[in-house]
């Protein structure tokens, strides 16, 4: 079935300092999208990527999504404390979106 | 509009009991998901619900069971509980016309502690 692999599984990070969580799919997707879950708290969405290679942005997050459209990634740049949580990728094919296991971020003040 | 709400938010079973919990969607959505979350195996795909059907289903065991109402309020079903249901259950509502899936915005979850 369809599986999608997450790394690191845990970013600790220095306060200002940039960091790129990656997502890898064994299969081809239709589209990729990214969550947010901040402790104790529920995912929340952030962004989708539909065209190969397709780059999109938000203010200090930049999400890539691969020309194979197999593996996408998430660069947060100056990173600051409200960084802090889970990002997850899910990955959509043949109408079923499949999570990776999650990237927790830990920021260093 | 109005969020995604689960019910119950926290509750504390007994092995061998089931259980009930409850979403209502965003107002519109018709397609609600359910996930099951653990520290050890993330976010684990139950099954999604559109227009009262289940339209894709995750692999899990039958005890697991849901469904959705006309107004695509969603239930979903645990019965003869085991130690090993005990998780953050969340579920998801899409505008998911034909295809899809769409973004998913979720509930707060309802914490299930199976003792």
């Known amino acids: 079935g369809q599986q999608v692999m997450q790394i690191p599984q845990y970013q600790h990070v220095q306060e200002g300092e940039d960091f790129t969580t990656y997502c890898n799919s064994s299969?081809?997707?239709?589209?990729i999208q990214w969550y947010k879950q901040r402790p104790g708290g529920h995912p929340v969405f952030l962004i989708q990527?539909?065209?190969?290679?397709e780059v999109k942005k938000q203010k200090r997050l930049t999400f890539q999504f691969g020309e194979a459209k197999k593996n996408s990634s998430l660069h947060i740049t100056a990173t600051q404390t409200t960084d802090v949580g889970t990002y997850f990728c899910?990955?959509?094919?043949?109408?079923?979106?499949?999570f990776g296991a999650g990237t927790t971020v830990t920021v260093r003040a | 509009k109005a969020g995604v709400t689960q019910t119950p938010r926290y509750l504390i079973k007994t092995r061998g009991q089931q259980v009930t919990l409850s979403c209502s969607p965003i107002?519109?959505?018709?397609?609600v998901s359910w996930y099951q979350q653990t520290p050890g195996q993330g976010l684990q795909f139950l099954f999604e619900?559109?227009?009262?059907?289940?339209?894709n289903k995750g692999n899990f065991p039958g005890r697991f069971s849901g469904r959705q109402f006309s107004n695509s309020r969603s239930e979903m079903n645990v019965s003869t509980l085991e130690l090993g249901d005990s998780a953050f259950y969340l579920c998801?509502?899409?505008?998911?016309?034909?295809?899809?899936?769409?973004?998913?915005?979720f509930g707060p979850g309802t914490r299930l502690t199976v003792t």
């Open positions: 990527l539909v065209k190969s290679g």
């Open positions: 299969t081809t997707l239709s589209n």
């Open positions: 998801a509502s899409s505008s998911s016309l034909a295809g899809g899936p769409y973004e998913q915005y």
């Open positions: 899910a990955g959509s094919r043949d109408y079923k979106l499949s």
């Open positions: 107002s519109g959505h018709r397609s």
């Open positions: 619900y559109f227009s009262e059907t289940q339209r």
